[in-house]
């Protein structure tokens, strides 16, 4: 789950899988209940007395900004967002969710999955549809190779397999 306030760039593609629009549901839950908490903090730090000195009422005031920021990007994004639970027709080919495992120049093999910009940080093997990657093995097949350019410079990977799992 995101921390509160933890914004992201704007996305491009709409899709998602259903398991991350379901994390995105539970975050969206756990953002309400977090808040209702802050708030009453807010509320006793308040009652406190001076605001301009008071680090806890500032400290809530600032966590209650980022929630909020955090509420109003999952209230704008999710309606939009294109729930992908069916594979390809081509199962061989790589497309949005697939599995696939890559070998680089020096024989070191590699897992990804292609999902959404909006759940890539739940896995570390998760790639976003729209990174560059993603973008040069789309339509791949075993045994094609693809030609990335990394800020460490360019890398050459080769498609060991292809896989689509729920």
Do not use: C
Not at 105 to 124: K, Q, T
Not at 144 to 154: A, F, H, I, S
């Amino acid at each position: 789950m995101n921390r509160p306030g933890h914004t992201q760039p704007p996305s491009r593609s709409p899709y998602i899988t259903r398991a991350g629009y379901a994390a995105l549901q539970a975050e969206q839950q756990a953002i309400w209940t977090r808040r209702r908490e802050v708030v009453k903090a807010l509320a006793a730090a308040a009652a406190e007395g001076d605001r301009s000195e008071n680090a806890e009422y500032i400290y809530r005031k600032k966590e209650l900004r980022e929630i909020d920021r955090r509420i109003r990007y999952l209230q704008q994004r999710m309606p939009g967002l294109k729930v992908v639970s069916v594979p390809p027709d081509n199962l061989s080919q790589v497309f949005f969710a697939a599995w696939v495992t890559l070998e680089d120049g020096s024989g070191e093999a590699r897992r990804y999955r292609i999902v959404g910009p909006d759940e890539h940080h739940l896995n570390a093997a998760y790639i976003s549809v729209d990174s560059p990657l993603a973008r040069a093995l789309m339509a791949r097949r075993v045994d094609d190779t693809v030609e990335v350019l990394t800020p460490g410079g360019r890398v050459v990977y080769r498609v060991m397999a292809v896989a689509y799992e729920q």
